[in-house]
């Protein structure tokens, strides 16, 4: 089947910590995401990669890093520097050029313990 | 920074009714896009109108889009209990893949 899959579903973190959120996807597609979202709110955007290699803040990008070494593949590491990292974070992608119609996983749920 | 902004933020109706939602942004758009997700889970798309198009429909979906008012609207007919999910708004500019969402309507049916 395609689509994207993100790991784990749930993670919990000790304060101080850096974690990693796996997000992979075989849709071929060349531009993914990362979004924040905190109950009852919107999705922030935190980094997005429009290639590989390649990959640029958004508006929230502050305490957290991510690398675009295959297509298929954009890991979220959430670091020690990121104040509030108890989110709900969403890992989407989309082909570049057809509007941005985007497909998304079913999210991973962080919690700092 | 958030570009959409909906309106209500939450809406409750009975099994049946139609349903409507709104959306204002501030900048220009490429397109506007709405998505629909269910509670704990990702978001899926729902249907995408571009800059030069007013209105477009998919089933049970309404959306129109005024470019004067920087403002979108969505409308579901004949609600079902199923519907019941949130319901978000995303622009897309030019010149970039970059897709920001807005707050989001909370929407329950009720059977």
């Known amino acids: 089947d395609g689509g994207i899959t993100q790991s784990p579903k749930y993670l919990f973190r000790k304060e101080g910590q850096n974690v990693t959120l796996s997000c992979e996807q075989n849709l071929n597609h060349d531009a993914m995401y990362w979004y924040r979202q905190d109950p009852g709110q919107g999705l922030r955007l935190i980094y997005y990669?429009?290639?590989?290699?390649?990959?640029q803040k958004g508006d929230i990008a502050e305490g957290y890093s991510v690398s675009r070494e295959k297509k298929e593949s954009f890991p979220l590491t959430v670091t020690s520097a990121q104040k509030n990292p108890t989110a709900f974070y969403l890992c989407?992608?989309?082909?570049?050029?057809?509007?941005?119609?985007?497909?998304f996983g079913q999210g991973t749920r962080l919690t700092v313990v | 920074s958030q570009q959409g902004e909906e309106d209500p933020q939450a809406l409750s109706i009975q099994e049946g009714e139609n349903a409507t939602m709104n959306c204002s942004y501030k900048?220009?758009?490429?397109?506007l896009q709405w998505y629909r997700q269910n509670s704990g889970r990702g978001l899926v798309h729902l249907i995408l109108i571009r800059s030069n198009e007013r209105e477009k429909h998919s089933g049970r979906l309404r959306v129109t889009l005024d470019t004067s008012k920087k403002s979108s609207s969505l409308l579901i007919t004949a609600s079902r209990a199923a519907d019941t999910a949130s319901y978000f708004c995303a622009t897309a500019n030019f010149g970039n893949e970059k897709l920001t969402f807005g707050t989001g309507t909370r929407l329950t049916i009720i059977p």
């Open positions: 900048t220009s758009i490429n397109n």
């Open positions: 990669s429009q290639i590989v290699n390649d990959f």
């Open positions: 989407a992608s989309s082909v570049p050029g057809t509007g941005t119609k985007a497909f």
